[in-house]
């Protein structure tokens, strides 16, 4: 009876027939004054109870930034001059998103499941309301991902994940040298015939060290300090300078 | 060699900036104006945030200020009387332009006006000095004697002060009039406002060239201290990492800049003001009446 219920188990949950086993070769970015962007090295194998599928497998990595409201304004000519006219706001948008597929990206997932998951570039951008705003709200969404991948702040990479066996997988996600902060969430599918298998969560975490922290938190704690700190180097600064000119010439 | 700003969470070249810094010292320190007009679009240019860059200009202006102001207190070419009075009238105005601003704000298109703001006061101001300073040199190359215009209304009015510095028995509603108005176009235009500042003296209250120069650093130090310590405390968008940066190449700049502007001759010292400011006004009417290359813009979510 109890073996016949564990059959029935391993039946209704196909998906947990194979799961991932990750590693990363560094789960925290620190992010120093000479901070010059970074290599992350996802890497990780496929656990299965069963026999390898006749079916290859697919593996799709997400780096994904923290999300924020984005403005997203058009110019148009109005009376000879060039002018911001349409505005949209989109709800929600990461600052930094990476997608890295084994093959391209429609064979290795399909509309739907990527409508659930939200894994392309187009569907991790969240807007709700946009659609009031413009007639074509979606080309400022389009416009968005254009200008942000030529900053390298979105990146697709199609056949960038290594598989060898449908067991052992790898890529490297490179991060920018202009970073935020936060909790970059790191999500890894297993996809077969373009629908997930399996899902696998981490994040990696993003933050200010040393006198970057320091700053950083003095500024939004004790703005008053803060401010008062830059003015009085401000002052020496250009104190220091006027009496080394006058030491120079005097010399 | 990069380094990593941590307020406006970009990385840049510290070595870029530090030759803005210096470059923008030089004209500081050469014109007394505060380098705002200039640098903050340059800053813009390298992908520092709009914000970012306003607050953080106005605290690097501080200190080139500063440091162009002691060398020209050395020569003793300010006139404290004239810049207390003129500093009253901006911080009034300036407390005016925010309220304007603000509401301009809420009635949308605040971008626009900023830029229009620009090409009208640059364009004019620089068209009059060249026009006026290239008759100078025309004038000094014939021999003629330099004419120096009277105002008959100025010295009418009532409250005269005698400002010694300057060499002027004047009124002090002109002076305090400009300070309001300076103020305002600052407070709007997000500058110091020394661009505008100094060809009021000039030609508005008929200061002698060089000591509008020192006059004008001293009266901007306070207006950008006030405008840093307001954004410190209200947007957290002074970057003293890029500040310092800057202010170093900037302090430098500035020294140079006093040297060579006393060896200049007053006319030319004006006609490459005008020439500056127009070529500023002329870079910013281009890209009103030209196709934009990309016709959308990003801006953090909820600010207009």
């Given at each position: 009876m109890?073996?016949?219920?564990?059959?029935?188990?391993?039946?209704?949950?196909?998906?947990?027939?194979?799961?991932?086993?990750?590693?990363?070769?560094?789960?925290?970015?620190?992010?120093?004054?000479?901070?010059?962007?970074?290599?992350?090295?996802?890497?990780?194998?496929?656990?299965?109870?069963?026999?390898?599928?006749?079916?290859?497998?697919?593996?799709?990595?997400?780096?994904?930034?923290?999300?924020?409201?984005?403005?997203?304004?058009?110019?148009?000519?109005?009376?000879?001059?060039?002018?911001?006219?349409?505005?949209?706001?989109?709800?929600?948008?990461?600052?930094?998103?990476?997608?890295?597929?084994?093959?391209?990206?429609?064979?290795?997932?399909?509309?739907?499941e990527?409508?659930?998951?939200?894994?392309?570039?187009?569907?991790?951008?969240?807007?709700?309301?946009?659609?009031t705003?413009?007639?074509?709200?979606?080309?400022?969404?389009?416009?968005?991902?254009?200008?942000?991948?030529?900053?390298?702040?979105?990146?697709?990479r199609?056949?960038?994940?290594?598989?060898?066996e449908?067991?052992?997988?790898?890529?490297?996600?490179?991060?920018?040298?202009?970073?935020?902060?936060?909790?970059?969430?790191?999500?890894?599918?297993?996809?077969?015939?373009?629908?997930?298998?399996?899902?696998?969560?981490?994040?990696?975490?993003?933050?200010?060290?040393?006198?970057?922290?320091?700053?950083?938190?003095?500024?939004?704690?004790?703005?008053?300090?803060?401010?008062?700190?830059?003015?009085?180097?401000?002052?020496?600064?250009?104190?220091?300078?006027?009496?080394?000119?006058?030491?120079?010439?005097?010399? | 060699?990069?380094?990593?700003?941590?307020?406006?969470?970009?990385?840049?070249?510290?070595?870029?900036?530090?030759?803005?810094?210096?470059?923008?010292?030089?004209l500081?320190?050469?014109?007394?104006?505060?380098?705002?007009?200039?640098?903050?679009?340059?800053?813009?240019?390298?992908?520092?945030?709009?914000?970012?860059?306003?607050?953080?200009?106005?605290?690097?202006?501080?200190?080139?200020?500063?440091?162009?102001?002691?060398?020209?207190?050395?020569?003793?070419?300010?006139?404290?009387?004239m810049?207390?009075?003129?500093?009253?009238?901006?911080?009034?105005?300036?407390?005016?332009?925010?309220?304007?601003?603000?509401?301009?704000?809420?009635?949308?298109?605040?971008?626009?006006?900023?830029?229009?703001?620009?090409?009208?006061?640059?364009?004019?101001?620089?068209?009059?000095?060249?026009?006026?300073?290239?008759?100078?040199?025309?004038?000094?190359?014939?021999?003629?004697?330099?004419k120096?215009?009277?105002?008959?209304?100025?010295?009418?009015?009532?409250?005269?002060?005698?400002?010694?510095?300057?060499?002027?028995?004047?009124?002090?509603i002109?002076?305090?009039?400009?300070g309001?108005?300076?103020?305002?176009?600052?407070?709007?235009m997000?500058?110091?406002?020394?661009?505008?500042?100094?060809p009021?003296?000039?030609?508005?209250?008929?200061?002698?060239?060089?000591?509008?120069?020192?006059?004008?650093?001293?009266?901007i130090?306070?207006?950008?201290?006030?405008?840093?310590?307001?954004?410190?405390?209200?947007?957290?968008?002074?970057?003293?990492?890029?500040?310092?940066?800057?202010?170093?190449?900037?302090?430098?700049?500035?020294?140079?800049?006093?040297?060579?502007?006393?060896?200049?001759?007053?006319?030319?010292?004006?006609?490459?003001?005008?020439?500056?400011?127009?070529?500023?006004?002329?870079?910013?009417?281009?890209?009103?009446?030209?196709?934009?290359?990309?016709?959308?813009?990003?801006?953090?979510?909820?600010?207009?």
């Amino acid at each position: 009876m109890f073996r016949f219920i564990l059959t029935l188990c391993l039946l209704a949950m196909p998906l947990q027939a194979e799961e991932v086993v990750l590693g990363l070769s560094s789960d925290k970015v620190a992010i120093t004054a000479t901070f010059e962007g970074s290599d992350i090295l996802i890497f990780g194998a496929v656990k299965r109870e069963t026999a390898i599928s006749e079916i290859p497998l697919d593996v799709i990595i997400t780096v994904a930034g923290p999300s924020v409201p984005v403005t997203v304004r058009r110019k148009d000519r109005r009376f000879g001059i060039w002018v911001n006219t349409e505005v949209v706001e989109l709800d929600a948008a990461p600052s930094f998103y990476a997608v890295a597929t084994t093959g391209p990206f429609d064979e290795v997932m399909s509309n739907t499941e990527d409508l659930r998951h939200r894994v392309s570039i187009g569907r991790a951008i969240r807007s709700v309301g946009a659609a009031t705003m413009a007639e074509d709200a979606g080309r400022f969404t389009e416009a968005l991902i254009r200008i942000r991948r030529d900053k390298d702040a979105y990146q697709v990479r199609e056949g960038a994940v290594a598989i060898d066996e449908q067991t052992l997988f790898r890529t490297s996600i490179s991060l920018p040298a202009n970073l935020t902060e936060g909790a970059y969430e790191t999500r890894i599918f297993l996809t077969r015939e373009g629908r997930v298998v399996s899902e696998f969560d981490t994040t990696i975490d993003v933050r200010k060290v040393g006198l970057e922290r320091w700053l950083y938190s003095l500024s939004r704690e004790k703005p008053m300090i803060y401010g008062l700190m830059s003015l009085a180097i401000a002052i020496a600064a250009g104190w220091m300078a006027s009496a080394a000119f006058q030491a120079l010439r005097r010399g | 060699m990069q380094i990593y700003l941590p307020i406006a969470e970009v990385s840049v070249n510290a070595f870029l900036l530090l030759g803005l810094g210096g470059i923008v010292g030089i004209l500081s320190g050469m014109f007394g104006v505060g380098g705002g007009f200039l640098m903050t679009p340059l800053l813009f240019f390298i992908g520092i945030p709009p914000a970012v860059a306003v607050a953080t200009e106005a605290n690097q202006i501080v200190a080139s200020s500063f440091s162009g102001v002691l060398a020209h207190f050395r020569r003793k070419t300010v006139d404290l009387r004239m810049g207390t009075v003129l500093l009253i009238g901006g911080l009034l105005g300036a407390g005016l332009g925010v309220f304007i601003f603000n509401y301009l704000k809420s009635q949308g298109q605040v971008d626009l006006l900023v830029k229009l703001c620009y090409v009208v006061f640059l364009g004019i101001i620089g068209g009059m000095m060249f026009v006026e300073s290239l008759n100078a040199i025309r004038n000094t190359r014939r021999g003629a004697a330099p004419k120096r215009k009277k105002h008959g209304w100025v010295h009418g009015l009532p409250f005269k002060m005698r400002f010694r510095t300057s060499g002027l028995y004047i009124s002090v509603i002109p002076p305090l009039m400009v300070g309001v108005a300076v103020g305002i176009l600052a407070a709007i235009m997000g500058v110091g406002g020394g661009f505008i500042m100094v060809p009021a003296m000039i030609y508005l209250l008929g200061m002698p060239t060089k000591v509008v120069v020192g006059t004008s650093l001293f009266q901007i130090i306070f207006v950008t201290a006030f405008t840093t310590m307001l954004h410190a405390t209200t947007n957290f968008t002074v970057d003293i990492a890029l500040a310092v940066l800057l202010l170093v190449g900037g302090v430098i700049g500035a020294q140079i800049g006093t040297t060579i502007g006393t060896r200049m001759k007053a006319e030319q010292l004006r006609i490459l003001l005008a020439i500056m400011v127009l070529a500023v006004c002329g870079k910013l009417g281009l890209d009103l009446l030209l196709m934009p290359s990309e016709l959308y813009s990003l801006g953090t979510g909820g600010g207009h």
